[in-house]
């Protein structure tokens, strides 16, 4: 049984999960959850045994000094617990980590154990994946639930997907199997501009979350973040023909399959959204903390040009000849490794 000491009573609680690696494009679903307790400055309260599930040579620890003092800091996954004021105070449960390299139905069964003790109604696991996106347009974001009733009634998709997966599938299925409502949020990357960070991405799935859960979240900066991105995308794609031309093929194919996209339950959804920020200014709000940023470190890996204020991220590789455009709805990122097959159950949803 697991014993949580100094864990208050939580209001309404739901899980949101991330985990970095395969089912984290652009690392944007590892950011938004870092982001959630960044803002809310969230309270860890446990720590998994990073001996069950790593291969610390896939996963290293790293060495630091603490005033002279050497110290290490096992990869593993760490749970907070964040508090929403308001007028209907809620409590969000943060799971943040990396995907295992073993013993997944193990590492499962000990988040539910936690998601049992602490009385949570949902779980909602992040993730992004690489698809053919133009960087240029919304993000696509999609919300999956192997729940029939919870589909219709969340105004989710059922999950068809077969073929490879990765601990945000497995998580969710284990919920499903425990009677755990369960839900997963895709945000889809250009697979052009695959490095991280991904702001614009970020962005994209914490406004997702707002809509499911009915929360104001405060953003801090990533608004910044993401058109400085994009506008340092912008700017790269257009130095290479050959990429500007591809992003353009892109945004047709996009545009072409969104013309029925503007129907008033879509404008609906982005009239509740300002409703909700309308009261939000700059440094502002609930939870807001001055500064916040969408990185894990507040150092952004991509470069920002001091002169602009601009923020340029790694130039976008070439696309292979004879790509197709268009979008496909189901994770294109590569297969693993032969190196990851021999871990039990690593891959890719």
């Not at 009385?119 to 960087?135: N, R, S, Y």
Request: contains cysteine; proline residues 9%.
């Amino acid at each position: 049984m697991i014993e949580l000491a100094g864990v208050p009573e939580l209001i309404d609680p739901v899980m949101v999960a991330a985990f970095e690696g395969w089912n984290d494009a652009g690392d944007a679903a590892s950011t938004a959850v870092a982001h959630l307790d960044r803002e809310w400055k969230g309270e860890v309260f446990a720590a998994l045994d990073a001996e069950d599930y790593y291969d610390f040579q896939v996963n290293r620890p790293t060495v630091w000094l603490d005033g002279g003092v050497r110290k290490i800091t096992w990869p593993t996954t760490r749970l907070s617990v964040v508090r929403i004021g308001g007028d209907k105070p809620r409590d969000l449960v943060l799971v943040r980590g990396i995907e295992p390299s073993m013993r997944w139905r193990s590492f499962c069964n000990e988040i539910l154990g936690f998601a049992h003790e602490l009385g949570v109604e949902m779980v909602v696991v992040l993730g992004a994946l690489l698809g053919d996106t133009p960087h240029t347009r919304p993000v696509p974001v999609s919300g999956v639930t192997s729940d029939p009733d919870l589909a219709r009634t969340m105004d989710l998709e059922e999950t068809r997907y077969e073929g490879p997966t990765g601990i945000v599938g497995i998580l969710q299925e284990a919920c499903t199997h425990a009677g755990v409502p369960a839900v997963s949020l895709w945000a889809a990357v250009p697979h052009y501009v695959s490095q991280p960070p991904n702001p614009k991405a970020t962005m994209a799935l914490l406004n997702r979350l707002e809509d499911l859960l009915g929360l104001r979240i405060p953003l801090g900066e990533l608004p910044e973040d993401a058109r400085a991105w994009q506008l340092g995308v912008d700017q790269l794609a257009a130095e290479d023909s050959e990429v500007a031309e591809y992003v353009q093929t892109l945004e047709e194919a996009r545009d072409t399959a969104e013309l029925p996209e503007a129907t008033g339950e879509a404008i609906a959804r982005e009239f509740e959204r300002y409703l909700r920020r309308r009261d939000i200014g700059p440094g502002s709000g609930p939870g807001q903390a001055p500064g916040g940023h969408a990185t894990e470190s507040g150092d952004a890996s991509y470069l920002r040009d001091t002169s602009s204020g601009r923020t340029r991220p790694p130039k976008p590789s070439r696309p292979e000849t004879g790509t197709p455009p268009g979008t496909s709805g189901e994770p294109t990122q590569e297969q693993p490794s032969d190196d990851d097959n021999d871990s039990e159950d690593s891959s890719e949803d």
